[in-house]
Structures are given as structure tokens and as C-alpha cells.
């Protein structure tokens, strides 16, 4: 008699842990979902200033007051575009 109510409580723990996981999937799918619409924009940003900016400066009509800001623009959207391709490699090795 002691046996069938520890395979009944045993069964009782494994269906609430079996639900947990299948809550905590769920809620990680909707997290990737939401992140994954976000990406294409965020890489776009940075990657459409470093083409504007590079195809700007190729020009050579530009005084080199504006020379110097279109370089820290492509710098910087550089630098961002970097750290978001880096974040992306780091959370596809988890």
C-alpha cells in the first residue's frame, strides 16, 4: 500500500515538472520569437549609416569638417554593428 502512494505522489511530481518545462519552452520560444523580429532592424541600422556614410565620403565633395564627422559616424556604426554581430554568435553557442 506504501508503494502505491509513493508511484502515485512520484507520478504527481513528474507531471508538475514535465508542465513546468513545457511553460518554461514555451515562454523561451515566445522570448526567440520577439528577439528574432527585432534583429534584421538592429543590423540594418548600423550597416545602412556605414553604406551612406562610406558612399558620402567617396564623393570627395565634402569639406574636411564633414570628412571628419562622416569617419566617427562610420566608426561608431561600425563598432555597433560589431557588438551586435558578437551578441548574436554569443547566444547562438548557448
Known amino acids: 500500500m506504501h508503494s502505491k502512494s509513493s508511484k502515485t505522489e512520484l507520478e504527481r511530481k513528474i507531471l508538475h515538472l514535465e508542465n513546468a518545462l513545457q511553460r518554461k519552452e514555451d515562454e523561451l520560444e515566445r522570448i ?5 523580429k527585432h534583429v534584421p532592424h538592429e543590423i540594418r541600422t548600423p550597416l545602412n549609416a556605414i553604406v551612406g556614410f ?5 564623393q570627395n565633395k565634402l569639406t574636411r569638417d564633414e570628412e571628419e564627422q562622416y569617419l566617427k559616424f562610420l566608426s561608431n556604426s ?4 560589431l557588438r551586435l554581430i558578437e551578441n ?3 547566444l547562438s553557442m548557448l
Open 32 to 36: 526567440i520569437s520577439v528577439f528574432l
Open 54 to 58: 562610406s558612399n558620402l565620403l567617396v
Open 78 to 81: 561600425s563598432d555597433e554593428l
Open 88 to 90: 548574436l554568435i554569443d
